[in-house]
């Protein structure tokens, strides 16, 4: 991710986003160009899309693609490749979200390494997060990283999933096998476990 040079503000950077074709993200003042995916990435998207949408079909939350943002206090504007959120607050804005409980990447070469540390920090502060999904295009892969609370402590926990497990998205209650979220992919070791 290579940012471009010069700093903005929030409002310059919405201002930007209104008037370019390019989807850029924000990160506390510098703005990035967002990379094309690959066909296997907008698979992986399109099947949890769809898996998701059926599960909430008539309820009251609302699944989003990589065309919205999700925002945090002026620090961030990301685009998730997908989210959940159940938050009346989140129908007041069209285009930036605020309360999503869940979401997910599918890895990329390129953003793998920022998506697991620095989006991860940011992500975190979103207190409504339960859930941060990360789906891997090289192998079949799920790893769920799930926000647990208690009275005194509060920390992330980490699930791995791999061909043949059933995926147990907690925070959205949906429980699908692997295969359904990587039917279409072109990955040969679908077939066989990891």
């Not at 997060?129 to 295009?137: A, D, G, H, V």
Request: charged letters at 30%.
């Amino acid at each position: 991710m290579v940012a471009i040079p010069a700093g903005f503000s929030p409002q310059e950077y919405l201002a930007l986003e209104r008037e370019n074709v390019v989807r850029h993200e924000y990160r506390c003042g510098l703005v990035y160009a967002m990379a094309g995916g690959s066909d296997d990435h907008d698979e992986l998207s399109l099947n949890l899309i769809e898996l998701l949408r059926q599960h909430f079909r008539g309820g009251g939350c609302a699944v989003r693609s990589g065309n919205v943002k999700v925002n945090y206090r002026d620090a961030f504007f990301y685009y998730p490749d997908v989210f959940v959120t159940c938050d009346a607050r989140d129908r007041e804005d069209r285009s930036v979200k605020r309360y999503p409980k869940f979401i997910a990447e599918v890895l990329s070469p390129s953003t793998e390494a920022f998506d697991r540390s620095s989006k991860f920090e940011d992500y975190r502060q979103i207190e409504s997060l339960e859930e941060y999904i990360f789906i891997s295009q090289e192998i079949v892969q799920v790893e769920c990283r799930r926000r647990v609370r208690d009275s005194e402590t509060e920390r992330w926990e980490t699930e791995i999933y791999r061909s043949g497990d059933r995926v147990t998205f907690q925070s959205v209650e949906l429980e699908v096998a692997i295969e359904e979220l990587y039917r279409g992919v072109n990955l040969q070791s679908i077939d066989r476990p990891s």
